[in-house]
């Protein structure tokens, strides 16, 4: 398996504080992506780093930011999150631009 | 961009059946792979397949880029098979991969 993890795996936070997600990876890959899923919208693509401090927005990146200091690490946060940001997130990382991706476990977000 | 389509939505099989899930796209695309979702959320790989057919197992995927389709191919379903198969693609302009809605595989005992 990728060596890729998210933590936390769940959270349950309040509406209007910031939030934090962090995905790690030990695979050295270049190219780190957070999507999010909800039910009738299958997997979208949130933000995306292409290396270390290059990252740029997906089809859902507004109340959004993203972060990477280290080419193993991409951190996604929630400024003041929302109840429409419950979601599970996931983290994917792959060697190139369309090379094959490699999603981590998830971590399951619920706004309240 | 390109609009991915999956189908059938929903599969129900008897174990041991066989099945046939396609993904038809209206462009070019750069990748395709396959997921299963199993039903504790995970997304494993199945197949990364741009062109050409692969087979792992029980499992076999072909994909014809000039036709623009993808199709999985599943035998001898076992309970374990049940969950949600995506097709994914890049390319087309878009960064990352663009999902489709999945087929949703139900295989009773």
């Known amino acids: 398996d990728a060596g890729i993890t998210q933590s936390p795996r769940h959270k349950v936070t309040e509406t209007g504080t910031p939030v934090t997600l962090r995905c790690h990876q030990t695979e050295n890959h270049r190219y780190m992506y957070w999507y999010r899923q909800d039910p009738g919208h299958g997997l979208r693509l949130i933000h995306y780093?292409?290396?270390?401090?290059?990252?740029d927005k997906g089809e859902v990146s507004d109340g959004y930011s993203v972060s990477r200091s280290k080419t193993e690490d991409f951190l996604l946060t929630l400024e003041s999150a929302t109840s429409s940001q419950t979601s599970v997130y996931f983290c994917?990382?792959?060697?190139?631009?369309?090379?094959?991706?490699?999603f981590g476990q998830g971590t399951r977000l619920t706004v309240v | 961009g390109i609009q991915v389509e999956q189908s059938p939505p929903d599969l129900i099989l008897q174990e041991g059946a066989n099945s046939t899930l396609r993904c038809n796209f209206s462009?070019?695309?750069?990748?395709l792979q396959w997921f299963h979702q199993n039903p504790w959320g995970q997304l494993i790989n199945l197949f990364y397949i741009p062109s050409g057919t692969k087979q792992n197992g029980r499992l076999s995927a072909t994909t014809v880029a000039t036709e623009r389709y993808s199709l999985l191919y599943i035998s001898s379903s076992q309970t374990t098979d049940s969950g949600v198969y995506f097709c994914?693609?890049?390319?087309?302009?878009?960064?990352?991969?663009?999902f489709g809605k999945g087929t949703h595989l139900i295989i009773q005992p």
């Open positions: 462009d070019s695309v750069n990748n």
């Open positions: 994914a693609y890049s390319g087309g302009g878009a960064d990352g991969l663009t």
């Open positions: 780093s292409y290396g270390v401090k290059d990252t």
């Open positions: 994917a990382i792959s060697g190139g631009r369309n090379t094959e991706a490699f």
